[in-house]
Nanobody
Framework: QVQLAESGGGSVQAGGSLRLSCAADRDTYSANCIGWFRQVPGKEREAVATIYTTDGAAHYVDSVAGRFTIFQDNRKNTVYLEMNNLKPEDTAMYYC?????????????????????????????WGQGTQVSVSS
């Protein structure tokens, strides 16, 4: 059973835009923290953004704030990452992730809000990743 499936990666020039999609199964999507991390070879996986699907509360790391937007479509159990004004340093494999459904609501919200410091170990569900390449 595939719990998270990403799509939408590709190659663009600097200044361009891409929209990533993360389709989740219902149990993973409902009342949960879903987010995006990214990774380049030889480096640790780093946080990008999260959203809590109950109320759409979104969080971003400073490097993408104002350029990226995370949002959801509850009818499709899908979370999106709209990426504008892309820069070469945004080049990475982007992974969709979610917290464990059996965590308490308080803990899921906490990890959503503090995802950058929690890091990838705070998230149990991962997609296969989608590559984003930005050329200068």
């Amino acid at each position: 059973q595939v719990q998270l499936a990403e799509s939408g990666g590709g190659s663009v020039q600097a200044g361009g835009s891409l929209r990533l999609s993360c389709a989740a199964d219902r149990d993973t999507y409902s009342a949960n923290c879903i987010g995006w991390f990214r990774q380049v070879p030889g480096k640790e996986r780093e946080a990008v953004a999260t959203i809590y699907t109950t109320d759409g509360a979104a969080h971003y790391v400073d490097s993408v704030a104002g350029r990226f937007t995370i949002f959801q479509d509850n009818r499709k159990n899908t979370v999106y990452l709209e990426m504008n004004n892309l820069k070469p340093e945004d080049t990475a494999m982007y992974y969709c992730t979610a917290t464990l459904e059996r965590l308490s609501v308080v803990e899921r919200r906490r990890r959503c809000a503090t995802f950058a410091s929690v890091g990838p170990t705070g998230f149990a569900r991962w997609g296969q990743g989608t590559q984003v390449s930005v050329s200068s």
